[in-house]
């Protein structure tokens, strides 16, 4: 295991930031951690990368004690954060030679700068780039040294969809490569399409663990027709429960599955309305809505 934590406490104060938890992260896996803000996130990721000390609890990353071996464990762990971390007054090819010097067998930092599509800022100070510039060296640092663990907090905000295509790909590459990664993201579909598996934390306490499909799956349909029906003559006729989105568009609450689907084409076929879009109303975003819905949206 990559990762094992086991009734993991924290409090500040009166506040109680993590409740009981425990998890194990498979090594290989993507990991996703998401939560509401206040959930407990960033307490649970530094007591992982030994910033900062549980109260209670038994953690092991990769096999070490994060609180008293963090020397040993940083040489083996990448981390990438959401804000900070970069010099200003430097320039990005100095930043990535000096961080491949801290480690034995580091990536080639022009490699990875043309690969980020930096190559053309590489002469450029930290502080010339753009929001989208940073997060991408941002994440070159995160990776340079192969790390055999790697934290990514918000790896692609404030990316362009290109640059953010780019990360996504370099992440299933070094995970492909043996790097387990844990993902924390407020981006459902970026934890959707890259985790194995995912925890959702809400109020301190782990409310959900596992595959993304799983947790949404048995969820309904959404479908757009090219004119408005009668929803309430499809309702009876098949059964089911239908709700209007807009004129055309409606959500089938009854667990989607193939027959369903046939049914619904066939009803549809019957009355000449052609069916222009069907999908899985289910998603790792409304499950997580519909989990926290006492609290702020993510």
């Avoid at 000096?98 to 930092?109: H, K, N, Q, T």
């Amino acid at each position: 295991m990559a990762i094992q934590v086991s009734s993991l406490n924290k409090r500040y104060g009166n506040t109680v930031a993590l409740r009981d938890l425990s998890l194990e992260v498979a090594s290989g896996e993507v990991f996703g951690i998401l939560g509401p803000n206040g959930a407990g996130k960033t307490t649970l990721i530094e007591i992982l990368e030994g910033y900062r000390h549980a109260d209670s609890g038994e953690i092991r990353v990769l096999g070490l004690d994060p609180s008293s071996q963090a020397r040993a464990l940083k040489q083996k762990v990448g981390l990438m954060l959401q804000e900070g971390g970069l010099h200003p007054g430097l320039r990005v090819e100095e930043i990535l030679h000096l961080y491949a010097s801290f480690y034995d067998s580091p990536m080639e930092a022009s490699e990875l700068i043309k690969r980020l599509r930096l190559d053309k800022r590489s002469r450029a100070k930290v502080k010339t780039l753009s929001g989208g510039e940073k997060q991408r060296l941002s994440f070159a640092m995160a990776v340079i040294g192969r790390p055999e663990l790697l934290f990514l907090d918000e790896p692609t905000s404030g990316t362009d969809p290109g640059g953010r295509t780019e990360i996504w790909t370099m992440i299933r590459e070094i995970n492909a490569g043996g790097t387990t990664v844990i993902l924390t993201t407020h981006n459902m579909d970026e934890a959707q399409q890259l985790s194995d598996r995912v925890a959702l934390i809400h109020d301190g306490t782990l409310m959900a663990l596992g595959p993304p499909t799983e947790l949404f799956s048995g969820q309904g349909l959404q479908i757009t027709c090219e004119r408005p029906i009668d929803q309430q003559e499809m309702a009876r006729d098949l059964q089911l429960t239908i709700s209007e989105i807009s004129p055309g568009t409606y959500e089938i609450s009854d667990p989607a599955n193939p027959q369903l689907i046939a049914r619904v084409t066939k009803w549809l076929s019957h009355r000449g309305v052609l069916l222009i879009e069907l999908t899985s109303s289910g998603s790792l975003e409304s499950f997580f809505l519909a989990l926290t819905s006492d609290e702020d949206s993510p």
